[in-house]
C-alpha cells in the first residue's frame, strides 16, 4: 500500500494528489455531522435564498480581530434580498456546544467544528428556498454522492468478476447464456434502462428503500460491461503458459483461477472500477434531477441541484445553488484521475 | 524395482475441431530407471513435449491420451481421478519448461509463486532433504513463516539470493528465472523432474549454469530426469539414456555413450553428423535433407523412408518393430 501511494505519486502526481482530494470529500462526509454548523433540514424561513456569509477576520479600519460574520439584515423579504451589516458582528466559535448528535449514528457529540454566537447565522455556501444551510447540505448529501458509488462499484465487481470468470474458464453452453443475458443488458442505453427500471418501483418509497433501489440499479445495469471484458480476458488468460506450468504444479482449478487468472485481469478491472464511479454518481444525480432519487429533505447532490433545473430565476439571483454541481465535478473528475493513475501503476511493467 | 518413469505403447490423438483425428504419439516406449537421467532427443514437432505433458496429464484441450501406460513410481497416471492427480503434480514429478518467462506469472514475486506450489501435507515420499525426516507424514498445514523458510532454503538450494524473493519475473534474467521455476517444480522434493528443453531460450553459459545445477539436484534429491533436448551432444553430455524421437515414436533408445558414439538408426546418425563441431571450417552447413513429416499424411511404412538413404522395399509398406541390438534397442529394417 505504501508502496502504491509512493509509485502513484512518482509515476502520476496529479492522480496521486486526486486521491488525497477524495480522501478529504470522504472525510467530509462522514464527519458531516461534526463539521456542519446546522441540521440539514433546519429551516430559517427568514433568511431563504440568502447569499453566502463571508468570514472576516479585519473589519472597517482595518483593526484585526477573531473571525466574525456580519449580521444579515432582510431589504425585501418578497424579493429575497438582504445585505450584510458590518457593525453586527458575531463570533465564529471553534468545537462550540449545541443539541446533541451521533457521528455516523456511532459516536455522539455535543460539540461541532465551528458555529457563531445567537442570533447570527453563518451560511458559508448561502441558504436554499426554504432558508436551509448549502454549506450542511452538501456535507450531508455527499453521504448519498459519495457512497453509491463506492457500493455500486463493489456489487459490479463481484457480479462482474463471477459471471465473467465464470463465462471464460468454463466455456460452452454456460458462456453462451451468460453472454447473451450480459448482451440484453448491454444493448439498452444506460440512461432509458435505469428510468425504466426506476419506474418499475413504486414512487413512494421510503428514503433508505431509495437509495438502496438505486443502488441496485446502477450496478445491474453496470456489472454487464465487466463481466463480458473480464471473460474476454479470462478466455485468452487461460491459454497462458504459467497457467499452464500452474497445472503441472498440480494447482487445482479454482485457486488458479483465483489466484492467476483473475489478479491478471486486476490492473485492468481496478481502473475499470474507478472510472466507472463517477457513472454512478451522475447516475444517481440524474435520477434525483428528474425526483425520481433521493426524496427531500434528505439531501443529495442530485436532487440539491434538481430545483435549479429550468429555474432561470434561481440560476441568476442564488448562483450559490449550483455548488453541489461544483462537487460532482469535482468528485469525478478526481475519480478519473486517480483512475489515470491506478492504470499506469498497477501494471507491474511499469514498476 | 520400479522404474521412476514408464511409458509403455502410447498413443495420443489431436482432434482439431471438426476434422479427422491425427495420431500424434504413435506408441512411444519408454523407461527411466530411479535417480536416472534420459534424453528425449528429435526435431522439432516430433513429440517431445507432447510426451512430457501426457505424462503429467496436461495435454492441450483437443488432445486425448488414446492408449497406453504411463507409469510414475508405478502409478498410473491414467487411472487417477482428477483430485489425486492434483496431488500427483507436484509430488511426484515436476516439469520446467523451455520459455521461463513466459511461465511465470508476471504479477505475482517469484517467493510468492514458488510459496504457492507448496503442497500442505507429504505424499508418501521418504525424506527430502530440504524438510528433514521430521516432516514426513505431517498432515497439519505448513504455517505461513514455514513457507517462506523452505522457500528461501530452496532458493539458496537453486543458487539464487534471497532478495529474489522479493522479487517480480521481469525483474529477473532468463537464468534465474529458469532457477525460480526448478525451485517451484522441486519443492514439494517429487523424484521425476521433466525438463523440456530449459536451456533452448538461454546463451551458452547460463545454459551450463543449469545444466551443473540440474545434475546437483539429480544427485542430492535422488531425482530421475527426463531431459527434453533437440541437441544430441547436449543430450549425450547430461544424460545416461538417450531416446531418439521421430514422428511420434522412439526410433532408438539406449545408453547415452553407445547412441551416440555408434548410432544404429539412420536417422540418429543424421542427427550426429549434422553436429556443427563435426564440420571441417568452410564446409557447407549439413542438414537432413527432406522435412519433418506432417502428421496429417505420414509415409506409410517407416516413416523416416522418404529421407534415408537406405531405405528398402520393405520400409515403403511396412512399419519396423523393435530390435535390440547389443544395449541398444532400434527401429529400422537395416538390422532385420
Ligand atoms: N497445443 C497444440 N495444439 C495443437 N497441436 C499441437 C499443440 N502442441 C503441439 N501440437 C502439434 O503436435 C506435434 C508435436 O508437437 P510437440 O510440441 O510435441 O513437438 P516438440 O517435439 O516438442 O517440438 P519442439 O522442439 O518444437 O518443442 C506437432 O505437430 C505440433 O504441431
Ligand atoms: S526402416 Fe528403412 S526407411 Fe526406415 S530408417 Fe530403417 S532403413 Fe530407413
Ligand atoms: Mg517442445
Redesign the pocket.
Known amino acids: 500500500m505504501k508502496n502504491f501511494l509512493r509509485r502513484l505519486k512518482r509515476t502520476n502526481s496529479l492522480s496521486f494528489y486526486s486521491l488525497w482530494l477524495l480522501v478529504v470529500l470522504y472525510a467530509l462526509a462522514i464527519l458531516a455531522d461534526f463539521i456542519s454548523p446546522y441540521p440539514y433540514d433546519l429551516q430559517c424561513r427568514e433568511y431563504a435564498l440568502c447569499p453566502p456569509t463571508v468570514p472576516h477576520i479585519s473589519v472597517p479600519g482595518r483593526k484585526l480581530c477573531g473571525p466574525v460574520v456580519y449580521g444579515i439584515v432582510v431589504v425585501n423579504p418578497a424579493f429575497k434580498e438582504y445585505a450584510f451589516d458590518s457593525s453586527r458582528r458575531y463570533k465564529i466559535r471553534f468545537l462550540v456546544k449545541g443539541p446533541e448528535r451521533k457521528i455516523f449514528g456511532l459516536l455522539k457529540t455535543d460539540r461541532y467544528l465551528f458555529g457563531v454566537e445567537e442570533p447570527g447565522k453563518i451560511f458559508l455556501f448561502g441558504t436554499d428556498l426554504h432558508g436551509r444551510d448549502v454549506f450542511s447540505r452538501v456535507l450531508y448529501g455527499a453521504r448519498i454522492s459519495l457512497s453509491i458509488g463506492i457500493i455500486g462499484v463493489t456489487i459490479s465487481f463481484v457480479l462482474g468478476l463471477l459471471v465473467g470468470g465464470i463465462s471464460g474458464y468454463f466455456g460452452g453452453r454456460t458462456d453462451t447464456i451468460l453472454m447473451r443475458t450480459v448482451e440484453i443488458i448491454m444493448m439498452f442505453p444506460f440512461f432509458y434502462l435505469m428510468l425504466a427500471l426506476r419506474a418499475a418501483f413504486p414512487p413512494n418509497l421510503s428514503s433508505i428503500q431509495i437509495y438502496f433501489l438505486i443502488v441496485i440499479i446502477l450496478s445491474l445495469i453496470g456489472w454487464a460491461s465487466l463481466a463480458r471484458i473480464i471473460r474476454g480476458m479470462v478466455l485468452s488468460l487461460k491459454e497462458e503458459e504459467y497457467v499452464l506450468a500452474a497445472r503441472s504444479l498440480g494447482i487445482s482449478s479454482f485457486r488458479i483461477i483465483t489466484r492467476h487468472i483473475l489478479p491478471n485481469t486486476l490492473s485492468y478491472t481496478v481502473t475499470a472500477l474507478t472510472l466507472s464511479i463517477p457513472g454512478y454518481i451522475l447516475g444517481e444525480s440524474a435520477l434525483s434531477l428528474l425526483g425520481l432519487g433521493i426524496q427531500e429533505p434528505y439531501p443529495s447532490w442530485g436532487n440539491m441541484l434538481s430545483v435549479t433545473v429550468g429555474n432561470l430565476r434561481i440560476l441568476t439571483m442564488a448562483p450559490w445553488m449550483l455548488i453541489p454541481g461544483f462537487f460532482i465535478f469535482l468528485t469525478v473528475l478526481a475519480f478519473n484521475f486517480f483512475g489515470d493513475g491506478v492504470r499506469n501503476v498497477t501494471d507491474p511493467k511499469n514498476w | 524395482m520400479d522404474k521412476a518413469l514408464e511409458i509403455k505403447r502410447l498413443e495420443v490423438s489431436?482432434i482439431p475441431a471438426g476434422k479427422k483425428r491425427v495420431k500424434?504419439l504413435r506408441g512411444v516406449n519408454l523407461a527411466i530407471g530411479k535417480q536416472e537421467s534420459l534424453a528425449l532427443v528429435?526435431?522439432?514437432?516430433?513429440?517431445?513435449?507432447?510426451?512430457a505433458r501426457s505424462v503429467m496429464r496436461i495435454l492441450?484441450r483437443?488432445?486425448y491420451l488414446e492408449s497406453g501406460e504411463v507409469l510414475i513410481d508405478g502409478t498410473d497416471v491414467r487411472k487417477l481421478t482428477e483430485n489425486d492427480l492434483m496431488d500427483m503434480r507436484g509430488r511426484l514429478a515436476g516439469m520446467i519448461f523451455?520459455e521461463p518467462s513466459s511461465y511465470l506469472n508476471p504479477v505475482f514475486t517469484a517467493g510468492s509463486q514458488i510459496e504457492e506450489a507448496i503442497k500442505d501435507s507429504e505424499f508418501n515420499l521418504g525424506s527430502s532433504p530440504l524438510r528433514g525426516e521430521d516432516m514426513v507424514g505431517v498432515k497439519a498445514r505448513i504455517s505461513r513463516t514455514e513457507r517462506k523458510k523452505l522457500v528461501l532454503k530452496m532458493l539458496s538450494e537453486v543458487g539464487l539470493k534471497e532478495n529474489v524473493y522479493y522479487q517480480y519475473p521481469h525483474q529477473l534474467s532468463g537464468g534465474m528465472q529458469q532457477r525460480v521455476m526448478i525451485a517451484m517444480a522441486l519443492i514439494n522434493s517429487p523424484e521425476l523432474l521433466i525438463a523440456d528443453?530449459p536451456t533452448t531460450a538461454l546463451d551458452v553459459t547460463t545454459a551450463y549454469g543449469i545444466i551443473e545445477l540440474l545434475k546437483k539436484m539429480m544427485t542430492r534429491y535422488g531425482l530421475s530426469i527426463l531431459f527434453?533436448t533437440?541437441d544430441i551432444s547436449l543430450a549425450a553430455n547430461f544424460a545416461q539414456k538417450i531416446a531418439v524421437?521421430y514422428a511420434g515414436k522412439i526410433v532408438e533408445t539406449g545408453p547415452a555413450r553407445d547412441v551416440f558414439s555408434n548410432p544404429l538408426h539412420p536417422y540418429t546418425e543424421r542427427l550426429i553428423s549434422c553436429l556443427p563441431e563435426r564440420y571441417k571450417t568452410g564446409e557447407r552447413i549439413k542438414v537432413i535433407e527432406g522435412h519433418v513429416p506432417d502428421?496429417n499424411a505420414l509415409p506409410k511404412g517407416c516413416a523416416f523412408h522418404p529421407r534415408c538413404p537406405y531405405k528398402k522395399e520393405i520400409c515403403l509398406y511396412k512399419e519396423p518393430g523393435e530390435i535390440t541390438k547389443g544395449t541398444t534397442t532400434v527401429m529400422c529394417f537395416k538390422y532385420g
Open positions: 489431436f500424434i528429435g526435431e522439432s514437432g516430433s513429440g517431445k513435449t507432447i510426451t492441450p483437443s488432445m523451455q528443453e527434453i533437440h524421437m502428421f
